[in-house]
Structures are given as C-alpha cells and as structure tokens.
C-alpha cells in the first residue's frame, strides 16, 4: 500500500493568503524532502529535512522528529509564482528508497 | 554543473517498438533513481543504483522493462515491445548518498506509444 498519503489532492489559494500542506506516513521515515514541479515538469527541490524546521522566504517546512510519520509545508503570503503541484518525498528507514506522496495541486487565484 | 541530464526530451514509439532513455547523473553522485509519472499513478519508483549496481528494481515491470548503469556517467531505461499504458514521464533522478542526500530530478523525458 501507500506509505505517504499526501493532502490536500488540490488547494486554490487568494494571493496573499497562508496555508499547509500534510504528508502522513504509515511508518516511521528518516527523512523527507519536499519538491515543486513547475509547468514544464521540472521538478525543483524546495527542502530536505531529516528534523526540525526550515524555512526559505515564504516557505517553510516541518518534519516530526518524535514520531517521524508526519511533515508539513507552510506556504505565507501566497504568489502567482507558488502555483505548481507540490509533491513530499520520504526516505524509509530501513530501505534506502524515496517513496513519494500524489501531490497537492495548487493554484494561486489574484 | 549541469544537473542531471535526460534524453531525449520526446519519443514517440510505435505500439512494439523499443524505446531506451538516457540519464547521465550528476557528476559524483552515487545513487541513481528511475521513476515513471502519469496522471492517473502519480510519480511510481521503477529501480535504483547505487555505485552502478542494481539496489531494488522492485518497481520494475517484469516484462519488457530492464535498467542498466553501466559506468558511472550514465544510466539507460529500455523498454521492449512498448505498449500504450507504458505512456508516460520517465524520470531520472540521483543523490549524492541516497541515505543523506537531496534527489536531483532531470526534466524527464516524455513517451508516447501510439
């Protein structure tokens, strides 16, 4: 089955407004990494955590470290520019493989 | 550093015809990742290598599909007899250390089986 369930499936946003993202995982993982793809289908890094928080200008993420089965994205003062599918990419513990959440499709409305 | 390169961009293959992809990975990097993206599945895990050799194919369909790296710099997918539902963005992706490290994706490359 599934071992990242990511939500929401879609998300349309006011510009200006706030909003996370979830990836919830059915086990417990080492790490997880969270991506942007563009329109042309580039996919572009924005985090990778193995704890903790970090944050890049508007965005900022979140993983579990007590747990490990839960990571989030926060997105602040949403732009035109953020709109893309969002994907969540898990490292499992014991099985050196990313194993990646279907992605939240976000659309920034002006 | 040019990134991780795939190509080709676009293949357009009749039903049956083979199809091979390209990846070169990022220079130094040890892991390399194979994944499919459609509509319908979302991004799938087909295989990955470490240090060339294959880890976990796992993803792999039995039949028709085989991965190959055979030296450092680049990494080949080839698909035999393609057929419609193997239409799809394949994407290359590779890690410094697949345990420690950020995925790199290329830009993929699209297959069309008509």
């Known amino acids: 089955g599934d071992q990242v369930e990511q939500s929401p499936s879609a998300l349309s946003l006011h510009e200006g407004t706030d909003s996370a993202l979830r990836c919830n995982f059915t086990?417990?993982?080492?790490?997880v990494q969270w991506f942007r793809q563009n329109s042309r289908g580039s996919l572009i890094s924005l985090f990778y955590?193995?704890?903790?928080t970090k944050e890049n200008g508007r965005l900022k993420s979140a993983f579990d470290s007590k747990e490990r089965r839960y990571s989030t994205l926060h997105i602040r003062d949403a732009q035109l520019e953020d709109s893309g599918t969002y994907f969540c990419?898990?490292?499992?513990?014991?099985?050196?493989?990313?194993?990646f959440g279907k992605g939240t499709s976000l659309t920034v409305i002006p | 550093n040019a990134g991780v390169i795939q190509t080709p961009r676009h293949k357009v293959t009749g039903k049956g015809q083979e199809a091979t992809l390209w990846c070169e990975p990022i220079s130094g990097h040890s892991a390399v990742f194979w994944y499919r993206q459609t509509i319908v599945q979302g991004l799938e895990f087909l295989t990955y290598?470490?240090?060339?050799?294959?880890?976990?194919d796992s993803g792999m369909p039995k039949e028709r599909f085989s991965a190959q790296m055979p030296n450092q710099s680049h990494s080949t997918l080839k698909i035999q007899s393609t057929q419609p539902q193997d239409s799809a963005v394949y994407l290359c992706?590779?890690?410094?250390?697949?345990?420690?490290?950020?995925?790199?994706f290329g830009s993929g490359t699209r297959l069309t089986v008509l």
């Open positions: 955590l193995a704890s903790g």
């Open positions: 990419a898990a490292l499992n513990t014991g099985y050196q493989n990313f194993y």
């Open positions: 992706a590779s890690s410094l250390e697949p345990s420690a490290e950020t995925l790199y």
């Open positions: 086990t417990t993982m080492r790490s």
């Open positions: 290598f470490r240090n060339q050799a294959p880890i976990d």
